[in-house]
């Protein structure tokens, strides 16, 4: 079992900044591939960005120049550096991990977190 818990979301007005943790416990070795999705309201959760284990990246076209992923093996960690956020950025961000991939298929993924919420104001 890995637990995943999630911090560093809140309200910020648009062109601010936010940085997203996610602490990792459990068994965490197995897990490769750590990330982000995102659900905004009467939306799909969608990927925002992976990381594997070995700090090999995938992140979504749209978002390439404002959002960063980083990951600490050493402390089981996972963040999401957020810039020049847009009022379309609002959603709930979930942190998530799995043994092989985060990709479309949401059934697949492993283990979720419970969820961050962004709200960026106009």
């Known amino acids: 079992q890995v637990q995943l818990v999630e911090s560093g979301g809140g309200l910020v007005q648009a062109g601010g900044s936010l940085r997203l943790s996610c602490a990792a416990s459990?068994?965490?070795?197995?897990?490769?591939?750590m990330g982000w999705y995102r659900q905004a309201p009467g939306k799909q959760r969608e990927l925002v960005a992976a990381?594997?284990?070995?700090?090999?990246?995938n992140r979504a076209d749209s978002l390439k120049g404002r959002f960063a992923i980083s990951r600490d093996n050493a402390k089981n960690t996972v963040s999401l550096q957020m810039n020049s956020l847009k009022p379309e950025d609002t959603a709930v961000y979930y942190c998530?991990?799995?043994?092989?991939?985060?990709?479309?298929?949401?059934?697949?993924?492993?283990?979720w977190g419970q969820g961050t919420r962004v709200t960026v104001s106009s």
């Open positions: 998530a991990a799995d043994p092989l991939r985060l990709g479309t298929d949401l059934s697949a993924v492993n283990y």
């Open positions: 459990g068994n965490i070795f197995s897990m490769n591939v």
């Open positions: 990381i594997t284990r070995g700090g090999t990246t």
